[in-house]
């Protein structure tokens, strides 16, 4: 009986790179979900539908959703931009960095506003962006012991802008442009911390 030649394929699903599935593609794929839907709406089963894969296919890139998470953490808060010319003094420093932030939190807020919940992913994005707002507290004169806790004041104070979706300026005095509340938050953030460096904290 003749036999059927052996052409060098497996019966069964058929291979990732036959799918044109790759980890760049799925986790475009998925950031474009929970940008539309939030991070609830991320499972591996739901990532292969929009992909039009089967589920398995995706452990050949990303062996969990801990590991998808990541390379969205990765993905988006790379995107993070500082601008080229900040001036010496650490208060504008801060002030970039956190306007940057806050651009970026509003550009992808189902991201960056509810992995708040997830150390790990918490611990990852801020390995990859506080330097520079580390290092300008730190030029501030802030104590070591504190610096944490003025990085998160600001972050937090720039998220929650950012999940309020407030922007419109309060009125200005006459003969001076207007501010917006964030700035004013931000330049009253900066006094504080001009204080604390001073030693000017009772607590």
């Not at 589920?55 to 993070?80: C, D, Q, T, W």
Request: net charge neutral; hydrophobic share 45%.
């Amino acid at each position: 009986m003749a036999t059927e030649p052996d052409t060098g394929r497996k019966r069964g699903r058929p291979a990732a790179d036959r799918a044109g599935l790759t980890a760049d593609r799925i986790l475009t794929t998925a950031l474009a979900l929970v940008d539309e839907q939030g991070l609830d709406a991320l499972s591996m089963r739901r990532l292969a539908r929009e992909l039009g894969v089967d589920p398995m296919s995706i452990y050949h890139h990303l062996p969990n959703k801990a590991a998808v998470l990541s390379g969205l953490v990765e993905l988006v808060f790379s995107r993070m931009r500082l601008p080229q010319s900040v001036p010496d003094d650490w208060s504008e420093q801060v002030r970039a960095w956190v306007h940057a932030y806050r651009g970026l939190a509003r550009s992808h807020p189902r991201l960056v506003l509810q992995i708040v919940t997830d150390p790990v992913a918490v611990t990852q994005a801020s390995e990859m962006i506080n330097g520079p707002l580390h290092a300008a507290l730190t030029s501030a004169g802030v104590p070591a012991d504190k610096i944490d806790a003025c990085a998160g004041m600001f972050v937090d104070f720039a998220n929650g802008f950012a999940l309020a979706g407030l922007d419109s300026p309060p009125p200005a005095p006459a003969g001076k442009p207007p501010q917006s509340h964030f700035d004013i938050g931000v330049d009253v953030m900066l006094l504080g911390v001009r204080a604390l460096a001073a030693g000017r904290d009772d607590r």
